[in-house]
């Protein structure tokens, strides 16, 4: 466990403290706070990109995007009537 948690104090995300013969270990906002912005700069990212893959799958095709291999699903059951 302690290899663990110096690997994330390391790397800015948890603080530690010597209380006596007890360590203490918290998260240290400032390292949770870049790692925040790195993800959301990251999924940005990647949603934009993937945006502007089905804007030009959608203008090149004329209809939406279909994932390989999938077709519409066609009901073969019938309405209920109601009474």
């Known amino acids: ?8 104090q390391n790397a ?21 706070r870049e790692l925040q912005e ?5 999924w940005d990212v990647t949603l934009q990109s993937f945006a502007e893959y089905v804007a030009t799958s959608e ?6 995007v279909e994932s390989p291999g999938e077709s519409p699903v066609e009901s073969t059951a019938e309405p209920r009537s109601e009474g």
């Not at 800015?12 to 949770?32: F, K, M, W």
């Not at 203008?59 to 939406?64: I, K, L, R, V």
Request: hydrophobic fraction near 35%; charge should be positive; glycine fraction near 12%.
């Open 1 to 8: 466990m302690s290899k663990h948690l110096k690997v994330l």
């Open 12 to 32: 800015g995300l948890v603080e530690h403290s010597a209380r006596g013969t007890r360590n203490l270990y918290s998260i240290a906002p400032d390292g949770l």
């Open 59 to 64: 203008s090149t095709s004329g209809s939406p």
């Open 38 to 42: 790195y993800l959301i700069g990251l």
